[in-house]
């Protein structure tokens, strides 16, 4: 088993619709989450960092639920631009370790 | 965007060459890392730098080496490419290996043949 495990989809919408990935890992110890952004034949981008609280910016919301170990990602009102592959990063700060999943692939249709 | 840089940014090389890959930044940052990214696999940690002179292996080492003699610039070297190595190689930089973000270079294109 994979220490952090997306879903690879990929996840076709229609512009406008609401689209939510989620991401598990298997490390309790776990501190420090974020999602990137990656776009076709680029490098991986920061999108947001994930607390514990919840955090929205615009159109994404980002949610930890350390009980059940996994973080999600909440995309509304869905963008042509929003296209793209969706990565969940997990950190185990005392092993200074980051884990990257294989990312969740997005195409939004017009 | 975060002052990093990759060089060369496409390689076509035979296997058994040797092949080095530099990354060089501008922010001063103390940690780099080396990844790879295949399909199927996402990205995996080659190695890493946590200072000049400071290096440490990540979860897919064998068969590539690093050197840092400078805070700016992270050296990948492939000692004797295999066609295995082909892939898409990315730098990345952080202030912290923990809580901080890390940022991506632009990436270099290997293919071994």
């Known amino acids: 088993r994979k220490e952090v495990e997306q879903d690879p989809g990929p996840f076709n919408v229609p512009e406008g619709a609401t689209v939510a990935f989620n991401c598990t890992y298997s490390n309790s110890a776990s501190q420090s989450f974020f999602w990137y952004r990656q776009d076709c034949r680029k490098e991986p981008k920061l999108l947001m960092s994930v607390y514990s609280s919840g955090n929205e910016d615009g159109r994404f919301t980002a949610q930890l639920n350390r009980a059940s170990q996994y973080i999600s990602l909440l995309i509304r009102d869905s963008k042509l631009s929003d296209s793209a592959t969706y990565l969940c990063?997990?950190?185990?700060?005392?092993?200074?370790?980051?884990?990257f999943g294989d990312g969740t692939t997005l195409t939004v249709k017009p | 965007d975060a002052g990093i840089t990759q060089s060369p940014r496409h390689k076509v090389t035979e296997t058994g060459t040797p092949v080095t890959l530099r990354c060089h930044q501008t922010?001063?940052?103390?940690?780099m890392y080396w990844y790879r990214q295949d399909p199927g696999h996402g990205l995996r940690l080659i190695h890493y730098s946590y200072g000049v002179k400071d290096t440490d292996k990540g979860e897919v080492s064998d068969g590539y080496s690093v050197s840092r003699s400078k805070t700016e610039d992270f050296l990948l070297t492939l000692e004797s490419a295999t066609s295995s190595q082909t892939s898409v190689y990315f730098c990345?930089?952080?202030?912290?290996?923990?809580?901080?973000?890390?940022?991506f270079g632009p990436g270099t294109r290997l293919t071994v043949l």
């Open positions: 990063v997990v950190i185990n700060t005392n092993a200074g370790k980051s884990t």
């Open positions: 990345a930089i952080s202030g912290t290996p923990s809580t901080d973000t890390q940022y």
């Open positions: 922010e001063n940052h103390r940690y």
